[in-house]
T-cell receptor
Framework: DTGVSQNPRHKITKRGQNVTFRCDPI?????LYWYRQTLGQGPEFLTY????????KSRLLSDRFSAERPKGSFSTLEIQRTEQGDSAMYLC?????????????FGQGTRLTVV | AQRVTQPEKLLSVFKGAPVELKCNYS??????LFWYVQYSRQRLQLLLR??SRESIKGFTADLNKGETSFHLKKPFAQEEDSAMYYC??????????FGGGTRLMVKP
């Protein structure tokens, strides 16, 4: 599968613990996005990278959330001191910069459950 | 602020019936609109975009700037069309704003 890959697929953690998710985009894609999706809702934008630069962050991304893309390839999303409200599906997407539009290719997501 | 509204959470039709999934948007600039689809146990994927003016799997969507709508239509629904459908608005920053989604169920 040469699409966007996310690991792990599922994560159960206790409240207060830190978690980290990884996203490997399609190899030639410059842009990488993180979205969060809660039950019954559409995905909500969290943050966006162009190569290694983080260009946009949503106000949904509290201080407990941090994302990195150190070499412009894979990205990590870390949540510190998890809360039950963080339980959601975390989606990663990537797109090539040259398409001139915002078509995004999505991974299968990481489902986080905070207990 | 940009917003996308899909008024129907669930749409149930019989096979062969016409389908219209509604989408309204709010955006001050020039909108870039998409329909994404998620089939059972699969990842979210692009169905069509307004800029291409294409028909994919028999689906079409026309951007109506006057009514700020981008409804998705198909004249004859098939069982394999059953899925979650999300309308999305793209901005200059390349982020997507999604609607809440409509679950389409096509009954035999």
């Amino acid at each position: 599968d040469t699409g966007v890959s996310q690991n792990p697929r599922h994560k159960i953690t206790k409240r207060g613990q830190n978690v980290t998710f990884r996203c490997d985009p399609i190899s030639e894609h410059n842009r990488l996005y993180w979205y969060r999706q809660t039950l019954g809702q559409g995905p909500e934008f969290l943050t966006y990278f162009q190569n290694e630069a983080q260009l946009e962050k949503s106000r949904l991304l509290s201080d407990r959330f941090s994302a990195e893309r150190p070499k412009g390839s894979f990205s990590t999303l870390e949540i510190q001191r998890t809360e039950q409200g963080d339980s959601a599906m975390y989606l990663c997407a990537s797109s090539p910069m040259w398409t001139g539009n915002t078509e995004a290719f999505f991974g299968q997501g990481t489902r986080l459950t905070v207990v | 602020a940009q917003r996308v509204t899909q008024p129907e959470k669930l749409l149930s039709v019989f096979k062969g019936a016409p389908v219209e999934l509604k989408c309204n948007y709010s955006y001050s600039g020039s909108p870039e609109l998409f329909w994404y689809v998620q089939y059972s146990r699969q990842r979210l994927q692009l169905l069509l975009r307004h800029i291409s003016r294409e028909s994919i799997k028999g689906f079409t969507a026309d951007l109506n700037k006057g009514e700020t709508s981008f409804h998705l239509k198909k004249p004859f629904a098939q069982e394999e069309d059953s899925a979650m459908y999300y309308c999305a608005l793209g901005n200059a920053g390349n982020m997507l704003t999604f609607g809440g989604g409509t679950r389409l169920m096509v009954k035999p």
